[in-house]
């Protein structure tokens, strides 16, 4: 759970679905918005002082089903943190090591398995310079480019 903490520290407006073995974990709020998003049940676990008071909130997701469980956080307007084991379980030697390895917003989608291919995706950006302003426009869908 330190490890988690310490994680979801730098990630703090993101759901961060957690790696561990063939499942994603989320935690505390993170669980309880994935649970009621997903539809999927909500659990808990013992927390550090292992009484019944100290519960935490947790949800769980199969590793090999997260492109599903991904699309319906993004469109239920989710940033999603994900977090993967960054070293090999079998030479770890203590807690293996994890890190964010990629971070998914609705406004940053650009695998085809997650946008809706029935409308138009757009991405657009605005810079400013001393009085000079650009924008820039992309349908990501068809690569058309303004």
Same mark, same amino acid.
């Given at each position: 759970m330190r490890q988690y903490a310490a994680i979801k520290k730098n990630y703090p407006d993101c759901v961060l679905f957690f790696r561990? =073995?063939?499942?994603?974990?989320?935690?505390? *709020?993170?669980a309880r918005t994935a649970s009621k998003t997903l539809n999927i *049940?909500?659990?808990?676990?013992?927390g550090n @002082? =292992?009484?019944s008071e100290d519960r935490v909130p947790m949800c769980g997701i199969p590793y090999?089903?997260?492109?599903?469980?991904?699309? @319906?956080? &993004?469109?239920g307007g989710h940033k999603v943190a994900i977090c993967e084991q960054v070293e090999d379980p079998k030479l770890a030697k203590g807690v293996v090591k994890r890190g &964010?390895?990629?971070v998914v917003t609705p406004g940053?989608?650009?695998?085809?398995?997650?946008?809706?291919? @029935?409308?138009?995706?757009h991405l657009a950006a605005v810079c400013e310079? =001393? =009085?000079?302003?650009?924008? !820039? !426009?992309?349908?990501?869908s068809t690569g058309s480019f303004t």
């Open positions: 561990m =073995g063939d499942f994603y974990e989320m935690f505390f *709020a993170d *049940a909500l659990t808990s676990r013992s @002082k =292992g009484s090999h089903a997260l492109e599903n469980y991904l699309a @319906k956080m &993004v469109a &964010v390895t990629r940053t989608l650009t695998e085809d398995y997650l946008l809706d291919e @029935k409308k138009a995706n310079d =001393g =009085g000079t302003i650009g924008l !820039a !426009a992309a349908e990501i």
